[in-house]
């Protein structure tokens, strides 16, 4: 990932809690940080899940604050 700023790489220093994967990075020249990113985790009983309700499938989101919610995909 490169720096809006100035462009040069991002270095990541802040990771997700639950998957360990990158969402937040700082540039490893001029410093600027960009915006935390919020990603989606699938776990196998979600996926049963969603199928089990007709579903095509649910989804856990886990939002940088630490909340995190279940939602069934139609």
Not at 34 to 43: A, F, G, I, Q
């Amino acid at each position: 990932m490169l720096c809006r700023a100035c462009g040069n790489e991002m270095i990541a220093f802040e990771y997700c809690s639950q998957c360990n994967e990158s969402i937040h990075w700082k540039c490893s020249i001029c410093y600027k940080e960009n915006e935390k990113s919020v990603h989606m985790h699938y776990t196998e009983g979600e996926q049963l899940l969603g199928k089990a309700s007709g579903t095509a499938g649910a989804a856990m989101i886990t939002f940088v604050s630490g909340l995190s919610g279940l939602i069934l995909l139609a």
